[in-house]
């Protein structure tokens, strides 16, 4: 005769230290999305604002190019980088917390709670790094390509400009 799964299996009851951690993993769970929803939105708005001033500056110069539109072109996206980039750091910051909330019931729960390999939140090696490192990743990552692009797409219209290749 075959045992049923819920045999086998220890059953889980939480102590009170593992309902606050669970209860501090939720909740830290649900911040990291909303930065991501943010770090999202931020893109959008920043294309926004960017198509809006660069717009509403050519309309005031009399449909005619001027430093001006280069300088809000390169400031923007900078500011928006810069926004972005803090949310990114803390979102990995948190990862970090919730990697050690995850640690911490696996120590106290000597019986394994889920019978799979161990999946951190977030890399052990990005949460680890030293503080400037992780400064640097907040600038520097895949997420962040759009600003670069229209910090660069800006710098070369602006040598195009001042060579006097358009007008």
């Given at each position: 005769?075959?045992?049923?799964?819920s045999d086998?299996?220890?059953?889980?009851r939480k102590s009170f230290d593992d309902e606050l951690d669970w209860t501090l993993f939720d909740q830290l769970h649900k911040v990291v999305l909303q930065i991501s929803t943010f770090c999202f939105r931020t893109k959008q708005i920043c294309l926004t604002v960017d198509i809006?001033?660069?717009?509403?500056?050519?309309?005031?110069?009399d449909n005619s190019l001027d430093t001006a539109i280069f300088v809000a072109g390169l400031i923007i996206p900078v500011c928006f980088w810069f926004l972005d980039s803090i949310a990114y750091f803390y979102q990995v910051k948190i990862r970090r917390v919730m990697n050690n909330i995850q640690q911490r019931l696996r120590e106290r729960n000597t019986k394994p709670l889920v019978q799979t390999d161990y999946a951190r939140v977030i890399e052990e090696k990005r949460a680890?790094?030293?503080?400037?490192?992780?400064i640097y990743?907040?600038?520097?990552n895949h997420s962040m390509w759009l600003y670069l692009?229209?910090?660069?797409?800006?710098i070369v219209l602006w040598v195009a400009y001042k060579a006097q290749v358009i007008e």
């Amino acid at each position: 005769m075959s045992q049923s799964m819920s045999d086998t299996t220890p059953e889980y009851r939480k102590s009170f230290d593992d309902e606050l951690d669970w209860t501090l993993f939720d909740q830290l769970h649900k911040v990291v999305l909303q930065i991501s929803t943010f770090c999202f939105r931020t893109k959008q708005i920043c294309l926004t604002v960017d198509i809006a001033v660069i717009g509403i500056l050519i309309k005031i110069l009399d449909n005619s190019l001027d430093t001006a539109i280069f300088v809000a072109g390169l400031i923007i996206p900078v500011c928006f980088w810069f926004l972005d980039s803090i949310a990114y750091f803390y979102q990995v910051k948190i990862r970090r917390v919730m990697n050690n909330i995850q640690q911490r019931l696996r120590e106290r729960n000597t019986k394994p709670l889920v019978q799979t390999d161990y999946a951190r939140v977030i890399e052990e090696k990005r949460a680890e790094k030293p503080t400037w490192n992780r400064i640097y990743h907040s600038f520097c990552n895949h997420s962040m390509w759009l600003y670069l692009f229209l910090f660069i797409a800006d710098i070369v219209l602006w040598v195009a400009y001042k060579a006097q290749v358009i007008e």
